[in-house]
């Protein structure tokens, strides 16, 4: 509803009647408020306004802010508390759990489907259809946008979870916007294995269907249960992992999932971000399936404590931007912690195990897979989202690569291997024509493959009988090139094959030597 710009009407201050109206219709709405909530949502003293607006589809809105901060806003004499309101009281509406990437499609102005909601191992909420919910992420409970439920919960599973589920009509990030909070703050789950058993990690580890049939259909209504259900009689214990104590697979856990978030997450645009919107809408959700980040569990206690010890290494840079609350304004995005490299084949397996752990093998046709809400964010196009539900193997595999950074590992003898970011260039061997029709060669990337091109230059000098050059490179940076007087393709790739022994899919141009007979 307010995904777009709206006009504003306008702007009074509420009278003393309408504000006791207004508590006797909250109380009414909301009776899971009690009234000491209800005297802090809507004061008796403090400046309280009413904003009448038109949002972009013509309706007529009334909002009601308090200090400059919308809190509640009727619609059609219906009236619903913004995410603002329910940050402070985020149990007086049932809730639907969705996973971080589905928040943007929500802001862009898309309704909740179906295959995007999470089942935690309580069930789903029970609603009606047309009854006010909220939506909150994995891993917390403050909500990020409010609709009505487009079918009741029967419906929605005797659907098989499929088709709309909530009616967005309000997100955080939308025009309705608070004047002085813009982030949801990080609110536990109420029960653990709520953030325990749901998360998923952006590297295609996630189980988003994990859901099996429990039992026959009662009363239209099918149980569900979560196919991990009951799974810790079979498992080792955490203390047992690894041989290591708990608290020191909490901090590796802490680690791993800040620099999975800030390396698949977080971009430099969302600078500054508060640290409990770094917790609590990007690291809790890459946490590995079948763990539960606690930080209160780990050396650190507390999450400054832990971000002070980043600062130290230099990874991020965090700030009190306003008093009490830190934010983080800088990051490292080169720093040697956040590199880890994946080979084509691993690739291919994770994709592969992602793919045929959640179910998502067309069933009628095995060469297709179906793209659930991670694989549509991690693969397709703004405007393919909508349109493609499936794809082939290949496709898939295609996709998953050309959108993952390219990297290339130099192994030398007795040294470390170098890894750099980027496709590997091949050492590239042209000719070219000087002043009265002269040929040279000319040879660029030397230093790609280790090799120093004032060596190389001195070698073909005295093998070639002609003189060499070095000179930097044209539009490579910190590149030389070496230019050598004839067509001396020929000691060239010797040079580079025998000698130096370098494979021959790495030079390009050797087909360009004298033919024999010819000089």
Request: aromatic residues 6%; contains cysteine.
């Given at each position: 509803m307010f995904a777009k710009a709206f006009r504003v009407k306008s702007n009074t201050a509420i009278k003393g009647s309408d504000r006791r109206k207004l508590r006797a219709d909250v109380t009414a709405a909301f009776p899971a408020l009690g009234t000491d909530q209800i005297s802090e949502l809507i004061p008796g003293k403090e400046e309280l306004n009413v904003v009448k607006l038109y949002v972009h589809k013509g309706d007529s809105v009334t909002v009601y802010t308090s200090g400059g901060n919308p809190i509640l806003f009727e619609l059609e004499k219906n009236l619903y508390p913004t995410v603002y309101t329910l940050w402070a009281y985020p149990d007086i509406l049932p809730t639907f759990i969705t996973w971080p990437l589905v928040l943007e499609k929500l802001v862009g102005g898309a309704d909740l489907m179906l295959p995007g909601?999470?089942?935690p191992p309580t069930g789903l909420p029970q609603v009606q259809q047309g009854d006010l919910c909220a939506i909150a992420l994995v891993g917390n409970r403050a909500p990020v946008a409010i609709g009505v439920a487009a079918m009741s919960t029967a419906q929605m599973l005797a659907?098989?979870?499929k088709g709309k589920g909530v009616s967005v009509l309000h997100t955080y990030q939308d025009h309705l916007r608070s004047g002085d909070k813009s982030s949801p703050p990080a609110i536990a789950p109420l029960d653990p294995t709520d953030s325990c058993e749901e998360k998923v990690h952006l590297g295609l580890q996630g189980n988003l269907k994990s859901l099996t049939l429990d039992g026959e259909e009662e009363n239209g209504q099918v149980p569900l249960r979560e196919a991990s259900e009951d799974t810790s009689s079979r498992a080792p214990s955490q203390d047992s992992l690894d041989g290591k104590p708990l608290q020191e697979q909490m901090d590796d856990l802490l680690l791993r999932c800040f620099l999975?978030?800030?390396?698949?997450?977080?971009?430099?645009?969302?600078?500054?971000?508060?640290?409990?919107?770094?917790?609590?809408?990007?690291?809790f959700s890459c946490c590995p399936e079948g763990q539960q980040l606690d930080i209160k569990k780990s050396s650190y206690k507390k999450l400054s404590k832990f971000l002070q010890h980043m600062q130290q290494e230099q990874i991020v840079q965090v700030k009190e931007l306003s008093k009490g609350v830190e934010?983080?304004?800088?990051v490292d995005w080169r720093h040697p912690r956040k590199g880890s490299t994946l080979e084509g084949s691993e690739v291919r397996k994770i994709i592969t195990d992602y793919a045929k752990r959640n179910r998502l093998v067309d069933a009628d046709n095995r060469n297709l897979v179906k793209l659930d809400p991670i694989l549509c964010d991690c693969i397709l196009e703004k405007n393919e989202q909508h349109l493609v539900t499936k794809l082939p193997w290949d496709c898939l595999l295609t996709r998953c690569l050309k959108n993952m950074q390219p990297a290339y590992q130099v192994t030398f003898p007795g040294q470390e291997p170098i890894l750099k970011k980027g496709k590997l260039c091949p050492i590239d061997i042209t000719l070219a024509l000087k002043t009265y029709n002269k040929k040279v060669t000319v040879v660029r990337n030397l230093e790609t493959y280790g090799l120093d091109p004032c060596s190389v230059a001195a070698i073909l000098q005295q093998r070639c009988q002609a003189s060499t050059i070095v000179s930097p490179a044209p539009g490579a940076k910190d590149s030389l090139q070496v230019q050598v007087q004839g067509n001396q393709i020929h000691h060239l790739g010797q040079l580079l094959l025998e000698e130096y022994r370098l494979p021959g899919?790495?030079?390009?141009?050797?087909?360009?030597?004298?033919?024999?007979?010819k000089k």
């Amino acid at each position: 509803m307010f995904a777009k710009a709206f006009r504003v009407k306008s702007n009074t201050a509420i009278k003393g009647s309408d504000r006791r109206k207004l508590r006797a219709d909250v109380t009414a709405a909301f009776p899971a408020l009690g009234t000491d909530q209800i005297s802090e949502l809507i004061p008796g003293k403090e400046e309280l306004n009413v904003v009448k607006l038109y949002v972009h589809k013509g309706d007529s809105v009334t909002v009601y802010t308090s200090g400059g901060n919308p809190i509640l806003f009727e619609l059609e004499k219906n009236l619903y508390p913004t995410v603002y309101t329910l940050w402070a009281y985020p149990d007086i509406l049932p809730t639907f759990i969705t996973w971080p990437l589905v928040l943007e499609k929500l802001v862009g102005g898309a309704d909740l489907m179906l295959p995007g909601v999470v089942v935690p191992p309580t069930g789903l909420p029970q609603v009606q259809q047309g009854d006010l919910c909220a939506i909150a992420l994995v891993g917390n409970r403050a909500p990020v946008a409010i609709g009505v439920a487009a079918m009741s919960t029967a419906q929605m599973l005797a659907s098989g979870l499929k088709g709309k589920g909530v009616s967005v009509l309000h997100t955080y990030q939308d025009h309705l916007r608070s004047g002085d909070k813009s982030s949801p703050p990080a609110i536990a789950p109420l029960d653990p294995t709520d953030s325990c058993e749901e998360k998923v990690h952006l590297g295609l580890q996630g189980n988003l269907k994990s859901l099996t049939l429990d039992g026959e259909e009662e009363n239209g209504q099918v149980p569900l249960r979560e196919a991990s259900e009951d799974t810790s009689s079979r498992a080792p214990s955490q203390d047992s992992l690894d041989g290591k104590p708990l608290q020191e697979q909490m901090d590796d856990l802490l680690l791993r999932c800040f620099l999975h978030a800030l390396k698949s997450r977080v971009k430099k645009a969302d600078l500054p971000l508060l640290t409990s919107t770094l917790l609590g809408s990007h690291m809790f959700s890459c946490c590995p399936e079948g763990q539960q980040l606690d930080i209160k569990k780990s050396s650190y206690k507390k999450l400054s404590k832990f971000l002070q010890h980043m600062q130290q290494e230099q990874i991020v840079q965090v700030k009190e931007l306003s008093k009490g609350v830190e934010s983080i304004v800088a990051v490292d995005w080169r720093h040697p912690r956040k590199g880890s490299t994946l080979e084509g084949s691993e690739v291919r397996k994770i994709i592969t195990d992602y793919a045929k752990r959640n179910r998502l093998v067309d069933a009628d046709n095995r060469n297709l897979v179906k793209l659930d809400p991670i694989l549509c964010d991690c693969i397709l196009e703004k405007n393919e989202q909508h349109l493609v539900t499936k794809l082939p193997w290949d496709c898939l595999l295609t996709r998953c690569l050309k959108n993952m950074q390219p990297a290339y590992q130099v192994t030398f003898p007795g040294q470390e291997p170098i890894l750099k970011k980027g496709k590997l260039c091949p050492i590239d061997i042209t000719l070219a024509l000087k002043t009265y029709n002269k040929k040279v060669t000319v040879v660029r990337n030397l230093e790609t493959y280790g090799l120093d091109p004032c060596s190389v230059a001195a070698i073909l000098q005295q093998r070639c009988q002609a003189s060499t050059i070095v000179s930097p490179a044209p539009g490579a940076k910190d590149s030389l090139q070496v230019q050598v007087q004839g067509n001396q393709i020929h000691h060239l790739g010797q040079l580079l094959l025998e000698e130096y022994r370098l494979p021959g899919k790495y030079i390009q141009g050797l087909e360009k030597a004298p033919k024999p007979g010819k000089k």
